[in-house]
């Protein structure tokens, strides 16, 4: 008994070393995480006082760019000023052309020849700011020692191209920087520069000024800021802390030897182990003490407990150990509690018979639960396979409606071709038949954007839209369109929110709407269009796809008409679905008010009654940020002229011949000098021969390895001040995605004219930028 309460004393002394472990493990881990965080602390604190060291450098540079001697070319004169600054302050100016020919050079006397700066190419964003940038390490052409330089380009008068102002300065200047903020004796201070060469270090500057940094250092500093571990240049071990420049991008590194985390381990390593003997001898002692207090009355509890299996009368233990008098308490007890148990273990299985009614009726009403889940399970796969049936007729419809495009842009094209060489004389019949042509091509043009709009596949420019004034707008459009027999009532809600959407689209989409209505009232009647703020909730987005909970924009249409049946109501967003005579209709009215209203990433729903009339109501997503007005549009150009260019180059990559063949003919007819390929590589090969090219005309959709959209990145690549027009009958999400054109993209749809070609390309040539 007594070696095992040792044991047991021992075993309970293993918990109090665990835990002073973990106590001492956890103090050495937060000393090393103080030192780490630390560590990142420097390198932030380096960073800061190294970009507050830049910035002074920048403004006094920007002082220098703004003398009058150098704006007026007395470059002698700026000399002068320039010694005197070197006297003062001690930063050397140097003025070189964009060639890298030294003008001025305040380390040698005016007058002196002088050599072609060494001095990295400045990069485009300092010729597009205007803004000093700080340079890479360079070995000076005159002072013939490491140095960097803070750049900053200027005019003077006379000279056409810009010139490089810079102040040249030695790199013992941005490691006084970094001995200014004194980090611990041990530490290593780095600064490394874009190139990934050391620019300044705290210990043995001289050895590594110059020299390439770790690799480690390199592949593991690529962010803002961060840790790693690795080795120095002279190959210690280190844990390792950095933070970028915000003004050169350069990184300041700050290594701690690995022998500085190492110890506050071994200290508790010590400590752990002194303690822990410590605590082993004394719970042996105490074991060995009290294992003989315990010994006797746990014999006597022993004979007691044989005593009661032979049916003897057991008395209690009299023992100061008060769980032995307990037991032996319990013992005498042991004959009654067995009957008690037994009068327990019915009144249990009493109670476990009602168990089992109640979870009974559980499973029933579970069961029940599990028959609606299904119904409601079922609901929603007919509404998948709905969605899906009308998703593949979508893309069926888009694809259809690209190759259509491209015809009807050969035709729309060369008819206005046609038209502009007849002129203003020309034979009247040959102009209506021109005319009646072109009515019907852009009718069939309004067919594709209404299969498009299906599809969800036509490029939106969605705006702020007020849809009080929209609708106010349209009521005289409405009036003429609908008749006399039809009155129109409209419900303008006050305090609508505005609507994100595309307004010539929604326009069409109440049109088509109020053309359906009309149809269904053959003997007149009265329609209805109401604006209102409305919230759909998470129960009925749940029930419907496609539909997210939130505040829309509601513009409900109702008729009192003939109405639907449920039958009808259910097909009526499908395309070419049509419950009117051969002959009054396409179709596709609701198929393209459905495209709209999702692709704007909103909702429609139809509720009728035959006999009653029908409403649909048109969900718009709220807009929420400020609403900046947009100014007018510009008049549209007559189809009769081209807008004249300037010789430019333009060059047209189109897979389609028919296609290409009118795009060149009208921008050549245009004044524009053209080259065009079928694809994307030739394309390309052609930007090469030609560095002339001012534009790219490209189609999104080429045949080949690459799609408009990849020939204008790589045409970027190799021209960034190339601009770059988009066409496409169908986008396929090239240029288009959740409904809308990607920034700073410029389209033109498919069909189009060469008046609307030229005038793009004109209006694309001419504004700044790309």
């Known amino acids: ?87 003062r302050l001690g930063i050397s100016a140097v003025l070189r052309d964009r060639t890298g020919q030294q003008l001025v050079n305040v380390r040698s006397p005016w007058g002196a020849p002088l050599p072609k700066a060494n001095l990295p190419e400045p990069e485009p964003e300092m010729w597009r700011s205007g803004r000093p940038v700080v340079s890479d390490l360079f070995v000076g052409a005159v002072a013939r020692t490491p140095l960097f330089a803070v750049q900053v380009p200027v005019t ?13 300065l030695p790199v013992e200047r941005i490691r006084q920087v970094i001995l200014d903020q004194r980090p611990p004796a041990g530490w290593i201070v780095a600064v490394v520069d874009g190139n990934g060469l050391i620019v300044a270090r705290n210990d043995r500057h001289e050895e590594f000024v110059g020299k390439s940094a770790t690799r480690d250092l390199l592949e593991n500093t690529r962010w ?61 002692l105490l074991a060995l003490v009290f294992g003989r207090r315990i010994a006797a009355p746990l014999q006597t509890l022993a004979e007691q407990a044989l005593a009661l299996g032979r049916g003897k009368e057991v008395r209690p233990v009299v023992t100061s150990v008060r769980e032995a008098a307990r037991a032996g308490e319990a013992l005498a007890a042991a004959s009654f509690e067995l009957r008690r148990r037994e009068e327990e273990l019915r009144n249990l299985n009493e109670v476990l018979e009602a168990r089992v009614a109640e979870r009974t009726l559980e499973l029933t009403e579970a069961n029940q639960h599990l028959i609606a889940a299904a119904a409601e399970r079922e609901s929603a796969e007919a ?16 694809g259809v409606a690209h190759d259509f495009n491209n015809l009807l842009t050969v035709i729309v094209g060369n008819l206005g071709m046609a038209r502009r060489r007849l002129g203003e004389d020309g034979d009247n019949r040959v102009v209506q038949a021109i005319a009646g042509a072109l009515e019907g091509a852009r009718r069939a043009a309004a067919l594709t954007q209404r299969l498009l709009a299906f599809s969800r596949q036509q490029p939106l420019a969605p705006e702020p ?34 609507a994100q959407a595309d307004p ?8 088509n709407l109020a053309v359906n209505a009309r149809d269904a009232m053959p003997k007149g009647g009265k329609l209805t269009i109401e604006t209102s703020n409305t919230y759909l909730d998470e129960a009925y987005a749940v029930s419907r796809q496609e539909v997210c909970s939130g505040q829309y924009v509601a513009i409900c249409v109702s008729d009192t008409g003939m109405g639907m049946s449920p039958d009808v109501v259910a097909k009526v967003f499908e395309p070419f679905f049509t419950t009117k005579p051969i002959g009054k209709g396409t179709g596709l009215g609701l198929s393209q008010v459905y495209g709209f209203a999702k692709q704007s990433g909103g909702h429609v729903a139809i509720y009728s009654e035959l006999g009653q009339g029908t409403t649909v109501k ?45 795009a060149v003919a009208a921008l050549e007819e245009a004044g524009y000098q053209v080259v065009a390929a079928p694809e994307g590589p030739s394309g390309l090969a052609l930007l090469d021969a030609h560095p002339e090219v001012a534009l790219l005309f490209t189609d999104v959709v080429l045949t080949g390895s690459m799609n408009g959209r ?41 069909p189009y004219t060469a008046t609307a070609l030229t005038t793009k390309v004109r209006e694309l040539l001419d504004a700044p930028g790309r």
Do not use: C
């Not at 602390?41 to 002082?63: F, I, K, M, P, Q």
């Not at 022998?259 to 001898?281: E, M, Q, T, Y």
């Not at 807009?623 to 333009?650: C, D, M």
């Not at 001040?721 to 993209?745: E, M, S």
């Open 504 to 511: 010539n689209q929604l326009e069409n989409a109440l049109l």
């Open 383 to 398: 509404q998948l396979r709905q969605a899906q049936k009308m998703e593949a007729v979508g893309q069926l419809t888009g």
């Open 465 to 498: 839209v007020d849809a009080n004034r929209l609708v106010s707008g349209m009521s005289d459009l409405l009036r003429r369109t609908l008749g006399e027999d039809v009155a129109i009532e409209t419900v303008l809600a006050g305090g609508l929110w505005r």
């Open 710 to 750: 990849e020939v204008a990145d790589a045409a970027g690549a190799r021209r960034p001040d190339l601009k770059v027009l988009f066409t496409t009958g169908y986008t396929r999400n090239a240029i288009i995605h959740h409904g809308q054109l990607d920034d700073g993209i410029h389209f033109l749809g498919k």
């Open 618 to 662: 048109l969900y718009l997503p709220r807009l929420r940020q400020a609403v900046i007005e947009s100014t007018p549009s510009a008049a549209k150009p007559s189809e009769l002229s081209l807008p004249a260019g300037r010789g430019e180059t333009v060059l047209v990559v189109e897979d389609d011949q028919m296609v290409r063949d009118f």
């Open 224 to 284: 803002r800021e961060g840790t790693w571990r690795g080795t120095t240049a002279d190959g210690a071990r280190i844990f390792g802390a950095y933070s970028r420049s915000e003004v050169s991008g350069w990184r300041v590194a700050v290594g701690v030897p690995d022998r500085l985390f190492a110890a506050p381990l071994r200290r508790s390593l010590w400590i752990l182990g002194g303690v822990g003997v410590a605590l082993a001898v004394l719970s042996l």
């Open 1 to 87: 008994m007594r070696w095992h309460l040792a044991a047991l004393a021992a075993a309970l002394a293993l918990p109090i070393l665990g835990f002073v472990a973990t106590l001492l493990w956890r103090v050495s881990v937060a000393e090393r995480d103080r030192l780490e965080g630390e560590a990142l602390n420097t390198a932030r604190a380096a960073s800061v006082a190294l970009d507050r060291e830049l910035t002074g450098l920048a403004s006094a540079l920007n002082v220098l760019a703004l003398s009058a001697s150098l704006q007026e070319g007395d470059l002698a004169a700026f000399h002068r000023k320039t010694v005197d600054i070197q006297d």
């Open 156 to 168: 003077r008068k006379g000279i056409d191209a810009p010139d490089i102002l810079s102040l040249s």
